[in-house]
């Protein structure tokens, strides 16, 4: 189990996203740093991508490494969808606000796209 679901499953992901004007959520600072530290690895894997179509790397070497790129943002959004399922979505629902699952229908529409 990756330590993003442990910290999930701990209880330390502390997601709220109320139906005010503005809608936030609060990541534990343990899930933030885990996002952090993927996206910064993502962002070294773009430069890096960069770097090898400015050689001329041979297409098939570049197009392998953009597809870890997207693993990688894929392994992202899921840490991000599962908080936001655990949380949020079951929150509104308790609030009686079902329309929260028209969006998390369309966001898993979005997210199967890829």
Request: some cysteine; hydrophobic content about 35%; charged content about 30%.
């Amino acid at each position: 189990m990756s330590e993003e679901n442990k910290a999930i499953q701990e209880g330390e992901q502390d997601v709220h996203c109320h139906l005010t004007t503005e809608r936030k959520s609060h990541h534990s600072e343990t899930v933030k740093k885990n996002l952090t530290t993927r996206l910064n690895r993502i962002e070294g894997q773009i430069r890096g991508v960069k770097a090898l179509i400015e050689k001329d790397t041979y297409c098939d070497d570049v197009i392998t490494q953009i597809a870890a790129v997207q693993s990688a943002l894929n392994g992202v959004s899921k840490i991000l969808l599962e908080g936001h399922l655990k949380s949020c979505v079951v929150e509104r629902i308790q609030e009686g606000d079902l329309d929260v699952l028209d969006e998390v229908l369309t966001t898993v529409h979005r997210l199967m796209k890829k």
